[in-house]
């Protein structure tokens, strides 16, 4: 983890963006091949340009706190990127954009810090990464209160945020900015997904009843599912209660769920507070009354709940066990790095930062605006989930949606606890620019305006 | 507002240097003595302060290949953290109550400040605001909770933190954005923004850790060293310290103890208000996680003990040494071991196990024993002049 000392601080960067200083980068920036030597054309910005042949990405994700064991596994995702970008492997090797060669001839360097799942720690972090390590990019989030809160001082330091795990609405929707973008699917897309397989499955005109936790995500995912549900399946909401965040005990809440009235459960609940609140719904013997629905699974949810899972209808943003060949590569280097397959967790960290670099590679240059030019709009299809498409209006990525179902213990293996139900097209799924949580964004400067 | 009291605090600061320094041979204790000296010394230590945790840390750093250095931006939340236990102190080491709910005060003043920021974006007023309901919110929670004392009185404090921590998250979030935080904050720099907070406060490129929020920082720490010193140093500060040493006493000799207990309280929380707007126009964003859950009251607590709850300015060593592990060494890779990543609490456990352990006066009352110590071996002038500004740099 060792890096290049810079004499030059981002600081002094800033104050000599003038002629002198851009003349003198120049000679480096020759050096780097890119394209023509691009690199002069522009003047200083965040840590932009970047000193030396290294370029630093910022890896900040929960190392401690309840989603840590996610975090984990980002890191794992972020750790096999760095590599693959040096030396090549994975989906380097099949992107066009990427040579295996490091980022427009520069090797990549990282450095890492602890969100701690906590907005300040978070900001904290990545604050020293900016202006300490001189990192261009930081990634990661997993939990919305903390991406939210890097793209925010991200925006401010013009430094570019790729934003891992996070659902709610409000990152590409009343909080979302210029600098950061989203390849996950959000708590709207998960209600559009679900509704519809829920409805054919268990038919319509049924009431149900929501629990939610208090927070950012969990205001946004009972909304959304209510929405849905109402206008796909036209079913009724008897009542959405809010639970508070980091609950142990919901049985005061899940036994004033109406067991005459109640045709269908949702369990608004991510991670730990999911591993309580499903196996304390089942142990109470609501499932016998009613069907139960947890919208957003994740590995250690369905982990610590796994004999509590079995026929749980939920969304998932990507699956291992995906066929396509994209999703192959990744699970097989993956799987040969770290020997376990990876959760969605860590393809989203993997593909954001490759994402990051092909975009510089596009745009021959680390300066934030023309990278963000290069991904606002951009279509690809080989992140493991068909055609995407990064949007230029709020920087949410328009893609497929997994519906899954959890498995009965009898079929569980250690790696496979869910299985794929239906992979919800991208058309079917979204909404416009000017409708649904786009509405409410506006992304802010480039900061070259 | 506060510049004019800096105007006159600078004063104090070149009167006292010089008698100081003119006296020269005179014994350490007698310098010690003097009521302006913590302030004097604060001064020196704040600007060395940067230099010391950016640059010369972050060579030492390259040198033996670990990210040890500080980062811009350190320095001052070092400060604020320090200004807010410094407050915190006069009620936990002198008046002897332990608050459990002084994130409420911490967190109330930034979301105030933060909100004022929208109408009039002026730091100084946000400070002033930010300290205002501080300490009109300060008023009745110390009416009801000093009633109690010990752990009830702890507890109360508690209750009343999470309250407030609650509706922010939830029923408050149209005021406060809720779980999304605040970001919106319209004060960038001095003067109407003409002086920006990350500008550098002087055009020397090797001091660009000096910036112009380290300078307000730094002037508002000068203020609350200033201010706590003549608290401390007045006869209503001896009572508070009487409190804490034996409050049936204090009785008896005919004080309202429930007053001196209250108004103990009220300017704690007058501290943690400043610190609290200064957070915000630090940070530019607050989230009701850092402003108001009991954890950041606990935090005030742990730095308070960490740095010593003995003197005026020891909690602000802890501050130090707290802010620094949370946000510096949770960065670092060790060679053989590897990233310390999450295990920064377990490296600040340790550090506080140990210097409770060891130190039970903390890290200041350490550094106190140790020039005690060294004067007493050489007696002479020199090593009471180096051992001085051995205890004001040490960390």
Redesign the interface.
């Given at each position: 983890?060792?890096?290049d000392?810079t004499a030059l601080?981002r600081?002094?960067v800033l104050?000599t963006s003038g002629a002198a200083g851009v003349a003198g980068l120049a000679g480096l920036a020759g050096c780097t091949g890119g394209g023509g030597g691009g690199d002069s054309e522009y003047p200083a910005l965040g840590n932009y340009p970047v000193e030396g042949d290294e370029v630093v990405f910022g890896f900040n994700v929960p190392?401690?706190g309840s989603y840590?064991q996610e975090g984990a596994d980002e890191l794992r995702g972020y750790n096999l990127a760095k590599e693959h970008l040096n030396n090549g492997g994975g989906w380097v090797d099949s992107w066009e954009d990427l040579s295996g060669d490091g980022v427009l001839g520069k090797t990549v360097a990282s450095?890492?810090?602890?969100t701690?799942t906590?907005?300040?720690?978070a900001?904290?972090?990545a604050?020293?990464?900016i202006?300490?390590?001189n990192a261009i990019m930081i990634t990661g989030g997993s939990s919305?209160?903390t991406a939210?809160?890097m793209q925010?001082?991200c925006q401010?330091e013009k430094v570019q945020f790729m934003a891992c795990l996070t659902h709610?609405n409000?990152t590409t929707g009343?909080?979302c900015v210029r600098y950061s973008f989203r390849e996950m699917f959000n708590a709207y897309m998960t209600g559009q997904a679900l509704a519809p397989v829920l409805a054919e499955e268990y038919g319509e005109d049924l009431n149900f009843y929501q629990l939610y936790a208090?927070?950012?995500?969990g205001?946004t995912q009972q909304d959304s599912m209510n929405q849905f549900f109402t206008e796909v399946g036209g079913w009724s909401q008897i009542e959405s209660v809010?639970t508070?965040l980091g609950t142990s005990d919901y049985s005061s809440y899940l036994s004033d769920v109406p067991r005459d009235e109640t045709d269908v459960l949702v369990l608004n609940h991510y991670g730990l507070d999911a591993a309580n609140s499903l196996p304390q719904a089942i142990e109470a013997g609501l499932d016998q009354d009613m069907e139960i629905v947890v919208p957003l699974y994740n590995r250690l949810m369905a982990e610590a709940a796994a004999g509590s899972i079995d026929g749980i209808f939920g969304t998932a943003d990507w699956s291992w066990q995906l066929e396509d060949s994209a999703s192959q590569s990744f699970t097989e280097a993956f799987r040969s790095e770290y020997d376990k397959v990876p959760s969605y967790a860590a393809r989203l960290a993997y593909t954001q930062a490759l994402q990051y670099a092909a975009a510089c590679e596009r745009a021959e240059t680390f300066y934030p605006p023309e990278v963000i030019r290069a991904l606002e709009g951009y279509e690809y299809d080989n992140a493991g989930l068909g055609a995407e498409t990064m949007r230029a209006c709020d920087h949410q990525a328009q893609r497929d949606v997994l519906v899954v179902r959890g498995l009965p213990s009898s079929d569980q293996t250690e790696s496979r606890l869910l299985e794929v139900v239906n992979q919800t097209s991208r058309d079917q799924l979204g909404y416009g620019c000017n409708e649904g949580p786009a509405a409410e964004c506006e992304l802010g400067e480039y900061g070259d305006e | 507002m506060t510049d004019r009291e800096v105007a006159t605090d600078g004063g104090a600061v070149a009167e006292s240097g010089e008698p100081a320094s003119a006296s020269g041979g005179s014994a350490l204790s007698r310098l010690r003595e003097r009521d302006d000296f913590v302030v004097v010394a604060s001064a020196a230590a704040l600007i060395v302060f940067p230099f010391l945790l950016v640059d010369v840390l972050g060579i030492v750093g390259d040198v033996i290949g670990l990210s040890i250095g500080g980062y811009t931006g350190l320095p001052s939340l070092v400060l604020i953290y320090g200004i807010i236990v410094i407050g915190f102190n006069l009620l936990l080491g002198y008046t002897g109550l332990l608050s459990f709910g002084h994130a409420a005060f911490f967190g109330s003043a930034a979301y105030s400040a933060a909100l004022f920021s929208q109408v009039v974006p002026s730091p100084l007023l946000m400070v002033v605001v930010g300290t205002l309901v501080a300490t009109l919110l300060a008023w009745p929670i110390g009416f009801v909770s000093i009633r109690r004392s010990g752990v009830y009185f702890a507890v109360l404090t508690l209750t009343f933190g999470q309250a407030l921590y609650f509706y922010a998250l939830g029923p408050g979030s149209w005021l406060t954005n809720g779980d999304n935080g605040f970001s919106n904050i319209e004060a960038d720099g001095l003067f109407l923004g003409a002086l920006p907070f990350d500008a550098p406060l002087t055009p020397l490129p090797f001091l660009d850790s000096y910036t112009v929020m380290y300078g307000f920082a730094a002037v508002s720490m000068l203020v609350a060293v200033w201010v706590g010193n003549r608290i401390i140093n007045s006869p209503y500060g001896l009572i508070f310290e009487a409190l804490g040493e034996n409050e049936e006493r204090v009785e008896f000799v005919g004080l309202n103890v429930f007053r001196y207990k209250l108004m103990a309280f009220v300017i704690s929380a007058v501290f943690a208000g400043v610190g609290g707007a200064l957070f915000v126009i630090h940070e530019q964003y607050i989230h009701p996680t850092t402003g108001l859950y009991w954890i950041q009251s606990g935090d005030f607590v742990i730095m308070t003990v960490l740095g010593g709850t003995g003197g005026l300015v020891g909690p602000v060593f802890g501050a130090f040494v707290f802010e620094y592990v949370a946000n510096v060494v949770s960065g670092v890779s060790l060679p053989a071991i590897g990233s310390i990543g999450s295990l920064w609490r377990f490296v600040l456990g340790a550090v506080f196990v140990t210097i409770v352990w060891v130190f039970p006066r903390g890290i200041y009352g350490a550094g106190e024993d140790l020039v005690a110590m060294l004067t007493d071996r050489s007696g002479g002038e020199g090593g009471g002049d180096t051992a001085a500004a051995d205890g004001g740099e040490r960390e």
């Open positions: 983890m060792a890096r000392t601080s600081r002094d104050k190392q401690s840590s450095v890492e810090g602890d701690a906590d907005p300040d720690t900001r904290q972090s604050t020293r990464m202006n300490r390590d919305s209160a939210i809160a925010k001082l401010e709610s409000d009343p909080e208090d927070y950012s995500w205001q809010p508070p | -």
